[in-house]
């Protein structure tokens, strides 16, 4: 009995807003309105609930592909609005200044800087000097280069195994 009365509700309930548009507009206007919607939703009520989820399924997608495949114009100004492009040496100068101010207060943040920066120097002695690149990196975590001491305390980690792969990519 309930269920029969959720599915007679909202038929009715049209049914009521129906007679009562009816009786607001008498004549040949309530004879063009009721009519008509009665029948959708009589229509629409007699099919299957997954033909009508499949529709409305159909009909998002339409309306996403119509939507997403307009012409994309450009508005006035918006060069102006969006940020500019940064080149990825900009952003790698981004990322090492911020590693810079890091460092200054974080552990983790030295010990990542000092693995960024030998990675870079055994990079680029390996490219100078024409060696390999993993006997630049075995020089540098062995002490037998940099020779500056200075360089030396920045390249070296500072305990002992902390770099025992070499995993330098950063």
């Given amino acids: 009995m309930v269920l029969r009365m959720r599915k007679i509700a909202p038929a009715l309930a049209v049914l009521i807003a129906a007679g009562v548009l009816a009786l607001a507009l008498q004549g040949p206007m309530a004879a063009l309105l009721t009519e008509p919607l009665v029948r959708l939703w009589w229509f629409i009520d007699s099919l299957p609930q997954r033909l009508m989820w499949g529709a409305l399924a159909l009909l998002g997608l339409l309306v996403t592909f119509l939507l997403g495949r307009g012409p994309r114009r450009e508005r006035p100004g918006s060069e102006l609005e969006s940020p500019p492009r940064r080149s990825p ?48 990196r075995e020089e540098i975590h062995q002490g037998r280069w940099p020779t500056d001491p200075r360089l030396a305390e920045v390249l070296r980690p500072e305990r002992e195994g902390r770099d025992r792969h070499y995993d330098y990519d950063y």
């Fill in 89 to 136: 040496s900009q952003t790698q100068i981004d990322h090492l200044a911020r590693l810079i101010r890091l460092a200054e207060t974080s552990p983790w943040a030295r010990e990542a800087l000092g693995r960024y920066l030998r990675e870079r120097a055994a990079g680029l002695r390996a490219l100078r000097e024409g060696i390999d690149l993993e006997e630049a």
